[in-house]
């Protein structure tokens, strides 16, 4: 089946713009991740989306990104007035949230953004 | 809170060498453990898990076990081949109420031919 997508692979902007960054989970998962991956570094988680609950914005870096999630599938992250320590890979996750004890994350291939 | 240490990379090898990439974590309870892997350029996915202590997760000649005595998930191969290059995570996953899990910085592996 598909797995996650995201576009557009690959985004160059102007420091001062506007991006928006899609993400298509996997159709039933109900639990989706966004997070950033600089160069050379981990991941930096950003924000979480659960079904109809309130997300959990706990790791935006600051007022300037903003995510939401329609119908409880597709989300759009955006970063307003662009700075070039914004340039990075966002990745976005999925995954099939149970009452276990672990459940696997489905990632998308990223958005490379670099920022001028 | 829940943490993951990895060793810091990278891990350069030749083919057919033994690889070990040490992870140790600490967290409340005992979770389910996980390595995941990143080619260039893709997405992580996930290698392996186990989801309770002295389980041993495997696939594609990879192996880790769940230690809880020494709270570890080393990731173990016995013969690397050059498409094992990638980027290398252990992570735990969400615990206590969060669902948000708790990746380590990731360790890159070369193999060289």
């Known amino acids: 089946g598909a797995g996650v997508s995201q576009s557009p692979s690959n985004k160059v902007t102007e420091k001062g713009k506007d991006v928006e960054l899609r993400c298509d989970p996997i159709s039933g998962h109900t639990a989706l991740y966004w997070y950033r991956q600089s160069l050379g570094q981990g991941l930096e988680f950003l924000i979480y989306f659960q079904g109809n609950s309130a997300p959990d914005k706990s790791g935006l870096p600051s007022d300037r990104f903003s995510a939401e999630r329609t119908g409880g599938s597709v989300s759009t992250l955006t970063i307003q007035r662009t700075q070039q320590e914004d340039s990075a890979v966002y990745l976005c996750?999925?995954?099939?949230?149970?009452?276990?004890?672990?459940?696997?994350?489905?990632f998308g291939p990223g958005t490379r953004l670099t920022v001028l | 809170g829940d943490s993951v240490t990895q060793m810091e990379g990278p891990v350069t090898l030749s083919e057919e060498a033994f690889l070990t990439i040490n992870c140790t974590y600490t967290?409340?309870?005992?979770?389910?453990l996980f390595w995941y892997v990143q080619y260039p350029g893709e997405g992580l996915q996930l290698l392996l898990k186990a989801t309770k202590a002295d389980d041993k997760g495997s696939n594609k000649g990879f192996e880790a076990t769940y230690r809880k005595e020494t709270t570890s998930f080393h990731l173990e191969k016995g013969s690397v081949q050059v498409s094992d290059s990638a980027v290398y995570f252990c992570?735990?996953?969400?615990?206590?109420?969060?669902?948000?899990?708790?990746f380590g910085r990731g360790t890159s592996l070369i193999v060289h031919p």
């Open positions: 996750a999925s995954s099939l949230i149970t009452s276990g004890s672990g459940d696997t994350q489905y």
């Open positions: 992570a735990l996953p969400s615990s206590g109420g969060s669902y948000i899990p708790t």
């Open positions: 967290a409340t309870g005992y979770p389910s």
